[in-house]
């Protein structure tokens, strides 16, 4: 009879959930997985360190909507992973990542390696455990899939000792979970879904921010849907990394921020009321206007603000509620006057940015730079954007079109992601332009990310906005005054070199004019590029 060890029975499952790819680092406690996949046709993205591989595992999330997978060996290898799981629990993405540990037999005796990582573990997830038998790796695996995707997504660390994954069993006495969670969610409560769309149509001035958990739940089509019927306008409120929903030339959409103030009535959809959105609350928002909230997680209605309206369900299928409520309520109904006022603020605001992302000094104004990559990268690229002040000049000026094509760190404020964004968006999308807008401090972190793209293959162009500093802290010094500045200077250090050397492709630049022809040759290249940008110290205003 036919055998089969426990890293098979974990590749097994992966296949039947459908991944095609995981990110990892290889290491003797968790080969047998290693071996499984490659048996069952699974590609292995392998990282040069634990932490972008975890990364890679979310970005493989926000970019394709589906849960990501990573694989890391016992010890330093789960320790190193314990940033990209905290912040995928913070961010609320669903991965599934695989820690190896010591064999059980060797518990507590001082093992290679040993290391009591499933505490560490349930501190940075959603769901932790380890399968301490062969048979049940199947179910086990089948388990963190069920907890990653439920609710509100988020990390699920599963381990298994080595010996577990190395010991062979009769693949004939080993079952398979299948249809072991739902695939719809869960609808709102029909009387708090008619008060909504009332409190909405009565408005004068509605304004609907979607945030992440209407990128989980697929909802863009019904969002639009909606948004048209009621002819209500779309904030994205810089509460995703992932953008979902309108496209900003849509004549419904609304630039973040814009509009928020004088909002009568807002409904939030699936985005958590933290600091990105200034927690609810005033000056941010009109201290007297009405507030609806779905989301997923019953805990997160009415956080940080009183809610007027709480709906616990799914974005997607409350957005069909509201759109089966709203369908003959709506004939007719007009473009709302307010619109046009929110288009006018935007436009004074692009004014002003005008100037600035028109500059040609030199060194070149982080402006200019963003809007020369607006007006270079297809309509469908993916952009992703990894820096302190980096991600305020870009918000500015990039825009992306469709859903899932613009990542950033979001609400964490974890740098560093960008290379493993990047990676595996090249890997989802591996026709499409790929272009990583990075700070220098940020590119600094996971440089060497650039060795796991050439290796396999994945032609990134990474633009690097280099103004020879911690940019955001050396301005929380400076206003201590000059004698205050210390620890955040870099320097212009050659990155693009070190990319050459790692077999990329590497150029620096210091005019603005050169910035076009030198993405055209990047791209052109067909290799992994690296754009050294020296950029003026400049403060966000």
């Not at 040993?114 to 086990?140: F, H, N, Q």
């Not at 793209?453 to 010094?477: F, K, S, T």
């Amino acid at each position: 009879m036919a055998e089969i060890d426990g890293g098979r029975l974990v590749a097994k499952v992966l296949k039947q959930e459908g991944i095609e790819c995981i990110f990892a680092l290889c290491g003797g406690h968790i080969d047998p997985i290693f071996q499984g996949c490659k048996d069952e046709g699974i590609r292995i993205i392998d990282t040069r360190h634990e932490q972008a591989a975890v990364f890679a595992a979310e970005g493989w999330a926000w970019t394709t909507g589906k849960p990501g997978v990573a694989v890391v060996t016992a010890g330093p290898g789960v320790a190193n992973a314990v940033t990209g799981l905290w912040n995928a629990l913070g961010r609320g993405a669903p991965i599934i990542v695989f820690g190896g540990r010591s064999p059980l037999r060797e518990f507590e005796q001082g093992s290679l390696q040993d290391m009591d990582s499933l505490s560490v573990a349930k501190t940075v997830t959603k769901w932790a455990r380890a399968g301490y038998e062969t048979k049940r790796i199947a179910e086990y695996v089948s388990m963190a899939f069920r907890q990653a995707l439920s609710g509100r997504p988020g990390p699920a660390y599963l381990e298994f000792p080595m010996d577990v994954l190395f010991t062979k069993v009769e693949e004939s006495e080993i079952t398979i979970p299948v249809d072991y969670r739902p695939t719809a969610g869960p609808q709102g409560d029909p009387a708090l879904v008619k008060n909504a769309v009332d409190l909405l149509l009565g408005a004068e001035r509605p304004l609907i921010i979607a945030g992440s958990g209407t990128w989980w739940s697929q909802a863009a089509d019904e969002l639009q849907e909606f948004a048209e019927l009621t002819k209500i306008p779309v904030s994205k409120g810089f509460t995703s990394g992932g953008h979902v929903g309108l496209a900003p030339d849509h004549p419904l959409y609304l630039a973040s921020g814009v509009g928020d103030g004088r909002a009568d009535v807002v409904l939030v959809l699936g985005a958590r009321l933290d600091f990105k959105l200034g927690f609810g609350r005033s000056p941010r928002f009109k201290e007297d206007g009405k507030w609806i909230q779905v989301d997923i997680e019953p805990t997160e209605i009415g956080r940080n603000r009183p809610i007027d309206i709480g709906i616990i369900g799914d974005a997607r299928a409350v957005l069909r509620q509201m759109i089966e409520e709203a369908q003959d309520r709506c004939q007719g109904r007009k473009e709302l006057p307010w619109i046009g006022e929110c288009r006018e603020l935007a436009e004074k605001r692009q004014e002003h940015n005008e100037s600035q992302m028109n500059s040609d000094a030199v060194p070149i104004h982080p402006a200019r730079l963003c809007r020369e990559i607006r007006d270079f990268i297809d309509r469908d690229a993916t952009f992703i954007v990894d820096g302190g002040y980096t991600t305020g000049w870009a918000s500015r000026a990039i825009k992306s079109y469709p859903s899932g094509h613009m990542l950033t760190f979001g609400s964490t404020g974890t740098l560093g992601v960008g290379p493993s964004y990047a990676m595996a968006a090249r890997v989802a999308r591996p026709d499409k332009q790929v272009l990583l807008l990075s700070g220098d401090g940020s590119f600094g972190l996971n440089a060497m990310e650039f060795d796991t793209m050439v290796r396999h293959g994945l032609p990134i162009v990474c633009v690097i906005a280099n103004d020879e500093a911690w940019g955001a802290i050396v301005y929380d010094q400076l206003r201590r005054g000059p004698d205050r500045v210390f620890n955040t200077q870099l320097g212009f250090v050659r990155y693009d070199r070190v990319v050459e050397d790692l077999g990329g492709y590497g150029e620096a630049v210091e005019k603005p004019e050169d910035i076009r022809p030198a993405l055209e040759r990047a791209f052109a290249s067909g290799l992994p590029a690296c754009i050294n940008v020296r950029c003026a110290l400049c403060a966000l205003d």
